[in-house]
C-alpha cells in the first residue's frame, strides 16, 4: 500500500464556477475502502489507532511512512461490514477525508480538490451540503473540509518527518505475519516495516532523552503495543475463514 492517493479516482480542483451547484450527502458507506488492507496513518493518531489496529511502516522509494493495517489478504478490509460500515470505533483520518484531498498546480500550489466518482456527490445539487452558497460564497462545511484537509497535509509533512529521522537511526526492521488455517493451509503477508525494539534499547542516552522530550518515544511505543491487535485481525477473519492465532516476526 503506498500509493498516497488510494481510493480517489478522479480528482478535480473545486471552482466556485463550476460547481456552485454540486452538493455531497452524508453517508455512513465506508464500502469504497472494501479492497483495502491497509491505510496511510497519521503521526498523531497512534494512541488512538493503536487501541484497535495494528500499525507498521511501508517504504516506498527512500520514503517511510505507517499505515493502519485493516486486513491479513491483499485487497480485503476486515473492518468494513457486507453493508459498507466501518466496524470500529476509530476511523482514520484518511478515510474520514474522502472525498476531499489537495491537488498541486503549476506553481505548486495546492487547490482542495474533490473525488468526482464518489458516490455521494450530487451535481445537480438535489440532496445533501452545498459547496458554495448562492452568493458563490464557500459554504462552512466547505470551510470546515479545507480546514480538515489543511490539518491532514501538515500532519502530513511532519509524520514523513519523523519517520525519516526513525529511519536514519536505523530502527526499522522488516515484518511477516504469517496465519494457518485450520485445514493446514497458511498464508503469509509481508512488504511491512515494523520498530525493532532491541535497537531502540541500545540507543545511547543521549539519543533516548531526545526521543521522549519530542513525544516520539511514547509514539513509537504506541506503534510497538498496536502490534497486539494482530491476533483481532484474526479474529475478524476467523468470522469468514477459520484460522489459528498469528504470528509476526
Known sequence: MSNTLQFYQTIVPIDRNLHKSWTLRATADAGFTRNAHAVLLLGSEFVEASREYPIVFVRNGDQVMPVAMLGLREGENL??????????????AYVRRYPFTFAEVPGGQLLLSLDTSYAGLDQEGKAGQALFDQEGKETDFLKNMLAFAQGFQDDYQRTRLVCAEIDKLG????????????????????????????????????????LFKSGLLGTLYAHLISLGNANQLVARLAERDVVAPATTH
Open 79 to 92: 473492518f468494513v461490514n457486507e453493508h459498507g460500515q466501518w466496524q470500529a470505533r476509530y476511523v482514520p
Open 171 to 210: 530502527l526499522f526492521k522488516d515484518m511477516n505475519m504469517q496465519a494457518t488455517l485450520a485445514n493446514g493451509g497458511s498464508f503469509n503477508m509481508g512488504g511491512f516495516l515494523v520498530v525493532d525494539e532491541q535497537k531502540l534499547l541500545q540507543l545511547d542516552d543521549a539519543t533516548i532523552t531526545n
